[in-house]
């Protein structure tokens, strides 16, 4: 029976540390106010103030649809993907550079708790900063767009499901390979590079967005990540045993 407690506790210490790195607390902060607040301000709060060329593109329905559906939508995908990969990068590597590993090592813990404990670490402030992040960008955009539609444009069907759906399944994915990764690299830096390799997924987002696929990307790489999760889950006992991270430490 997974110890909870005992792995919040873990979970807590990693976030204190995380608090003192700005080689990860720079991306956590830096991706947000983007996605959040910088873009939605230039794609969406510039062309509503020159309404001479809001009108060449079509209204403010064309322009929500053009810039919130097939730009700023798969951008936000970024935010769960990286914030988890700049955390989960940490998970092992940073115990090496700081040279405490061996002290985890030393809890009266399972293989399993150990594991689920780094993922708990990545897993819940990268969620809870998704959600702030929605939240924050649905309250822009509808402030942004009410007074000339008259309704509120956001959330719709498709950004729940990005958001709760999609999110928790891309963020876990994410932070998997990067602890696995991470406990075989020789630094956090060197373990973010190497992990990095997942924001290949951002693109085939992203090109689904311009091309108006979105829909169709979003479940199919759910349907293909979900599985994906699944394996690991199951084959993490084996990647992850305490025998294996000794040798590599």
């Avoid at 902060?29 to 301000?41: E, Q, S």
């Avoid at 309404?51 to 700023?72: F, T």
């Avoid at 940073?94 to 404990?117: I, M, Q």
Wanted: aromatic share 10%.
């Amino acid at each position: 029976m997974i110890r909870l407690g005992l792995l919040m506790k873990i979970a807590r210490k990693d976030w204190r540390e995380i608090k003192s790195n700005k080689q990860i607390l720079v991306p956590m902060l830096a991706l947000p106010i983007l996605v959040t607040i910088i873009y939605p301000l230039l794609m969406i709060g510039g062309p509503l103030s020159d309404p001479a060329g809001l009108a060449e593109m079509g209204g403010v329905q064309v322009l929500l649809d053009m810039m919130v559906g097939n730009l700023i939508r798969p951008m936000f995908v970024m935010i769960p993907l990286l914030i988890t990969m700049a955390i989960a990068s940490d998970a092992w590597a940073g115990e090496k550079e700081r040279k405490t590993a061996e002290s985890l090592f030393l809890l009266p813990l399972s293989d399993t708790e150990l594991f689920v404990a780094k993922v708990l670490a990545s897993f819940i402030p990268g969620m809870l900063i998704t959600w702030g992040c929605w939240v924050a960008l649905t309250g822009m955009i509808d402030t942004m767009v009410f007074p000339y539609i008259g309704y509120l444009y956001m959330p719709d069907l498709l950004w729940l499901f990005l958001v709760f759906v999609f999110s928790p399944i891309l963020a876990f994915f994410s932070i998997f390979v990067n602890v696995w990764v991470s406990y075989r690299a020789k630094d956090t830096k060197s373990a973010q590079q190497i992990g990095g390799s997942v924001v290949t997924i951002f693109i085939g987002v992203l090109i689904g967005g311009i091309f108006g696929l979105l829909q169709v990307i979003l479940v199919l790489l759910t349907v293909v990540f979900g599985a994906i999760d699944v394996v690991l889950v199951l084959l993490s006992p084996r990647l992850f045993s305490r025998e294996a991270m000794i040798a590599k430490f």
